[in-house]
């Protein structure tokens, strides 16, 4: 069972609303990884994390925002929602390169 | 970069036929191969993993066997059933990436 978890699961919200997606995990791992999933499932990555005070941009652009202040937390951000922002975002995290990636449950954002 | 390329779906096959979802991989350094699979409405998780050249990952009835001279990690199984109808992603990760790379992912459905 993985310990890492993602709230809310489903969010319908306005355009132009403040949201934040919470991602969890108690595993105690440094590395994690917001991933958008799109209708065709592919997985994007828009943003990642070695560490407390490190993110980095991912390969998708995003106008998201995330924070790393402590390590078990990983919040994404979005300052001004857009029906484009609709998707489903997961969440993973991972030990080091080379072992298994947890993931979240994923969050169905709707902007409406 | 490293990537990923596995084979397109839909999959549509009746139960207990043979299965095989093509995968192939490039990649500068040694990486580790995964498959995951993602059920309706849920996150990611490992199906099975190969660290090395040769290794063969097993789970549930599924396998996949790391070749390294056809940049290769074909997932099969015997005889499927309708439980196993979900998206599968082949995935590798190593040392030398900062991420995790994904396939396109392969949806599968099995019918009774």
């Known amino acids: 069972e993985a310990d890492i978890y993602q709230t809310p699961r489903y969010l319908v919200i306005g355009t132009g609303k403040k949201i934040t997606l919470e991602c969890s995990q108690t595993?105690?791992?440094?590395?994690m990884y917001w991933y958008q999933q799109d209708p065709g499932m592919e997985l994007h990555l828009i943003h990642y994390?070695?560490?407390?005070?490190?993110?980095e941009k991912g390969d998708l652009s995003s106008e998201s925002t995330v924070s790393r202040i402590r390590t078990e937390h990983f919040p994404l951000t979005l300052e001004s929602a857009r029906p484009s922002h609709t998707s489903q975002y997961l969440c993973?995290?991972?030990?080091?390169?080379?072992?298994?990636?947890?993931f979240g449950q994923g969050t169905r954002l709707t902007v409406v | 970069g490293d990537s990923v390329t596995q084979m397109e779906g839909p999959v549509t096959l009746s139960e207990e036929a043979f299965l095989t979802i093509n995968c192939t991989y490039t990649?500068?350094?040694?990486?580790?191969l995964f498959w995951y699979v993602q059920y309706p409405g849920e996150g990611l998780q490992l199906l099975l993993k190969a660290t090395k050249a040769d290794d063969k990952g097993s789970n549930k009835g599924f396998e996949a066997t790391y070749r390294k001279e056809t940049t290769s990690f074909h997932l099969e199984k015997g005889s499927v059933q309708v439980s196993d109808s979900a998206v599968y992603f082949c995935a590798l990760s190593d040392q030398t990436a900062s991420k995790i790379i994904f396939g396109s992912g392969t949806r599968l459905s099995i019918r009774p």
């Open positions: 994390s070695y560490g407390v005070n490190s993110t």
């Open positions: 990649a500068t350094g040694y990486p580790s």
């Open positions: 595993m105690g791992h440094d590395k």
């Open positions: 993973a995290s991972i030990a080091e390169m080379n072992t298994e990636a947890f």
